[in-house]
């Protein structure tokens, strides 16, 4: 078990907390990309169908 004097030592991670937390960091925005990428090409995809009907019935 690993354990910290204080939440500043747990935080610097023995001098490497930079490379830690900015693993951590990077990760967590790699995954929301993963999430949110795929959401908006759907609803632009939505929209550009509905404009292309509605212009369609248009006619």
Sequence with gaps: MIAFASLADFLAMGGHGAYVWS???L???LLALNVMLPLLAR?????KLARTRRREASK
């Design 23 to 25: 693993g951590y960091g």
């Design 43 to 47: 609803r632009r995809y939505l929209n």
């Design 27 to 29: 990760c967590v925005a």
